[in-house]
């Protein structure tokens, strides 16, 4: 079982910048890649990022790439969710979720509780 908790959504202004952390806690062996999705309201759920477990691979959205940055130092250490020039398209629940490669194609079997980020424009 794993267990992911988010952290640091907020309010920012278009243009400005956010980071999310996920921690991860918890073994399952399935697990080898995590990833980054949002929800906003009235939508569907959409990917955003997914990074394997070391680290070393990243996959992105269209719609966020040369934007946003996902990133872990090592396996033992949070995901992080670094949001540059935010949009007010980007305003959403974003959840953390760990699954199974490949990135393109990630399957998720555990999620977090999700955290609200809002740019206002």
């Known amino acids: 079982q794993v267990q992911l908790v988010e952290s640091g959504g907020g309010l920012v202004q278009a243009g400005g910048s956010l980071r999310l952390s996920c921690a991860a806690s918890g073994t399952a062996f399935v697990i080898n890649a995590m990833g980054w999705y949002r929800q906003a309201p009235g939508e569907q759920r959409e990917f955003v990022a997914a990074?394997?477990?070391?680290?070393?691979?990243?996959y992105y959205a269209d719609s966020v790439k040369g934007r946003f940055t996902i990133s872990r130092d090592n396996a033992k250490n949070p995901v992080y969710l670094q949001m540059n020039s935010l949009r007010p398209e980007d305003t959403a629940v974003y959840y953390c979720a760990a699954g199974l490669g490949p990135l393109e194609r990630l399957r998720t079997f555990y999620w977090g509780q999700g955290t609200q980020v809002t740019v206002s424009s």
């Open positions: 990074i394997s477990w070391s680290g070393d691979s990243t």
